[in-house]
């Protein structure tokens, strides 16, 4: 007879699929009796011919669609082995290393029985035994009502008596129900829930996980519980506001899905037991009546959590009526494209755990535990069981998902539903994800950044000391040229007195409109030297750019070169031009931009003029005013004071090192990572390497721009002397 679609695609993933041990469904358990042993295989043998569906394989080839087929007689396959001279370590890994073995050995799907049984005695009165058997042939109700027949049948045979127990209702009727079932109304329904939705929520492993290699550690699966207080919590909250578990379970599942994926509108998988369909005796049927169906959620920050819980309710009501619809339909039905999945995760939410009811009926149960291991299909499912008291269960594929995105998931799902739990008075965006320990890290361990910091209240000041422990030693080279520390740091005290008296002081505005050269940079070290801040200009900006750059700054002066006073738009702050060819340098007024009376000054020169750099600065006060990209709207200005570069050499210190080396230096002024490049090197007695746009790209500035839509963000750090061997040489490149 035909299978049910669930069944269909369970077949369809185990031929076709490529992980082993796919809807392998292992049931173990722990018997702490004496146990006789025969009683017991034959109590798993009559059970087995009891139920049709237990004797059942498949056949698809040469036929138009898969069957299932019942076989008469079936043997069991039964495995024996004592274990009681086993140290318990050594017998707890062996135990595992079966259990894996196990699952990727499968089925031969055509043959009957689809499952097998394993005994292990660990003592006089503790056994182990492992029911396995292939998803498609039970599903979760079904475990508990063939382990009670088990048990039965085994009591029975150990007395030496019969036991009749009612005819089971054969799984056939239901799949004669199902495929009698006319499709109209689900396919309005489906079509209805899932308009606009055209690809599925993708949760992906953000914390740098590697594919798992070994194919006995794919399945995953780790859990939480919460406790009797936040359980009893959630039960009366659900019960005052007409909701269940599972709608708490499914909302902070969308929820999570939502923020973790950055989506507003999210689908995942749920499981309809399909226990309503009206089949006499359907509730206590051996087989599979699950069906996966999708589950479509809404999500926005501002909505109240429970308005929002209730309309998630009501969408699980609503779509009971269709919950029999195969998945493959509703797939047609939507508007995803063929051969998307709908959904990536899947929620499955039990009143209670099956083994915890078995146990809980007393006498021998109460010696009994049992446990599910599976691995379905789906790389990520989340089982719930909510009494007695609520647990999470997430079992995953490790070749998608690593155990610490896992424990981070189940942290951040148990911190949702506790959050709702003791105040559900408030908006979704309102609820807390992350745990305690990662609000621990966030706001405290990862903010202990104190350290050390330079002694000094200045940038200036850290050149200054380079300039007097090595003068002679080179701090730039440009091209052909090359210039000492000594001489950096006289050319830019020289222009710093200029700077000074045209009033530039602590916390004024200087612009800097040059290419990039040397003079570029002693511009940049004088403003700092005469108190002010500097304004960094490209220029191959637009002039309206720089228009408006110049006038939100307030810039005092605006230091440039003879070739570009051209390139400038109209402003008001005092010119100083820079000649590049003889380190002539002049003040203009606004309005005699082209004047040509110079006041020159060499590089010869070592004693600065009296009163150069001595503007007290302090730490508060401004270094730069740096302009955003103005990507959307005007550029906008951020303002960063002496501390904060001070702050940033620090950092830089514990990253690199201290230690002078060689820097190339490519990143435009107007990005800050130039910082690094220019100032922090040379205040560790780097010899920087400048290069300009046309030494990169072969063509002038305003080309090298129009190929470059942004501005280069590399630096190469070279940790050494320049005369170090191969061996001994160390490099960092830094990249933005």
């Known amino acids: 007879y035909p299978l049910s679609p669930m069944q269909h695609g369970m077949l369809f993933h185990s031929v076709l699929g490529d992980e082993a041990g796919v809807d392998i469904e292992q049931i173990v358990g722990v018997l702490r009796e004496e146990l006789d042993e025969r009683a017991f295989e034959r109590a798993w043998q009559q059970v087995t011919q009891r139920h049709a569906v237990l004797r059942s394989a498949f056949r698809w080839k040469d036929r138009p669609e898969p069957c299932q087929e019942v076989w008469p007689q079936v043997q069991l396959e039964w495995r024996k082995e004592d274990w009681r001279e086993a140290p318990p370590g050594e017998a707890a890994e062996r135990f595992e290393t079966f259990l894996n073995t196990d699952r990727a050995r499968g089925f031969i799907l055509t043959a009957a029985p689809l499952l097998r049984l394993a005994l292990f005695q660990l003592g006089p009165a503790e056994y182990r035994f492992v029911w396995t058997f292939h998803h498609a042939l039970l599903d979760a109700t079904s475990f508990p009502l063939v382990l009670r027949e088990v048990f039965e049948f085994y009591e029975a045979f150990r007395r030496g008596a019969v036991l009749n127990l009612p005819s089971p209702l054969p799984y056939r009727e239901y799949i004669a129900w199902l495929r009698g079932q006319d499709l109209s109304q689900p396919e309005a329904f489906w079509g209805r829930t899932l308009q606009g939705f055209t690809a599925p929520t993708e949760l992906k492993d953000s914390s740098g996980h590697q594919r798992a290699s ?207 739990a003791v105040n559900p008075q408030r908006r979704l965006g309102e609820v807390p994800l992350l745990t305690a320990g990662e609000l621990e890290q966030a706001l405290v361990i990862w903010n202990r950044t104190s350290t050390k910091v330079p002694s000094a209240q200045c940038v200036s000041e850290l050149l200054e000391e380079q300039a007097c422990q090595q003068p002679d030693a080179i701090a730039l080279v440009n091209g052909g040229d090359e210039v000492s520390y000594r001489v950096l740091n006289s050319r830019a005290d020289f222009l710093a007195e200029r700077l000074i008296g045209l009033g530039v002081g602590p916390d004024s505005r200087g612009a800097i409109f040059l290419e990039r050269s040397v003079e570029m940079v002693v511009a940049i070290l004088a403003v700092l030297k005469a108190g002010g801040a500097y304004v960094p200009l490209d220029v191959t900006c637009p002039a309206e750019r720089l228009a408006y750059m110049l006038e939100d700054s307030g810039a005092d002066v605006l230091v440039t070169d003879s070739r570009l006073t051209a390139d400038l738009p109209p402003h008001q702050a005092r010119v100083v031009r820079l000649n590049s060819d003889d380190g002539q340098g002049a003040a203009d007024n606004p309005d005699t931009v082209g004047n040509d009376a110079t006041d020159e000054f060499a590089d010869g020169e070592t004693d600065p003029p009296p009163g150069a750099g001595l503007r007290p600065v302090s730490r508060e006060n401004l270094a730069y005013v740096i302009y955003t990209s103005g990507s959307t709207g005007r550029p906008k200005a951020v303002m960063v004071s002496h501390r904060n570069v001070l702050n940033l050499f620090a950092a830089m210190d514990q990253v690199l090192g201290r230690e002078p080396g060689v820097c190339l230096s490519v990143t435009s002024i107007t990005f800050d990572i130039s910082v690094v490049e220019l100032l922090w090197t040379l205040a560790r007695g780097y010899k920087v390497v400048l290069q300009s746009p046309r030494d990169l790209v072969g063509s002038s500035p305003a080309k090298a721009n129009q190929e470059s839509n942004r501005p280069t963000a590399l630096s190469l750090f070279y940790l050494g002397s320049e005369d170090s061997g191969a061996a001994s040489e160390k490099y960092r490149l830094l990249i933005e």
Request: one cysteine or more.
């Open 214 to 420: 070994d194919a006995r550690s794919l399945s995953g699966e780790q859990t939480v519980t919460l406790s009797p207080e936040f359980t009893l919590a959630l039960q009366r909250l659900a019960k005052e506001n007409g909701l269940t578990l599972q709608t708490l379970v499914q909302g902070a599942w969308a929820s999570l899905l939502g923020r973790h994926c950055g989506n507003k509108d999210v689908v995942f998988g749920t499981i309809r037991a399909g226990r309503r369909a009206p089949v006499p005796g359907v509730e206590s049927m051996v087989g599979l009546l699950i069906n996966t169906v999708p589950f479509r959620a809404r999500i926005a920050a501002h909505q109240w959590v429970l308005p929002w819980l209730k309309g998630l309710r009501q969408h699980w009501r609503d779509s009971r009526a269709f919950e029999s619809a195969p998945l493959i339909k509703i797939q047609e039905w939507s508007e995803a494209p063929r051969g998307r999945p709908l959904f990536d995760t899947i929620v499955n939410f039990q009143p209670s755990f099956w083994g915890d009811v078995l146990r809980a009926q007393g006498g021998a149960w109460a010696n009994r535990e049992f446990q599910l291991r599976s691995q379905p299909n789906y790389a990520l499912m989340l089982e719930a069981f909510g009494e007695p008291q609520l647990r999470l269960n997430l079992v995953y594929h490790r070749s998608r998902y690593g155990d610490e995105m896992i424990a981070r998931l189940l942290g951040h799902l148990r911190t949702f539903i506790e959050a709702v």
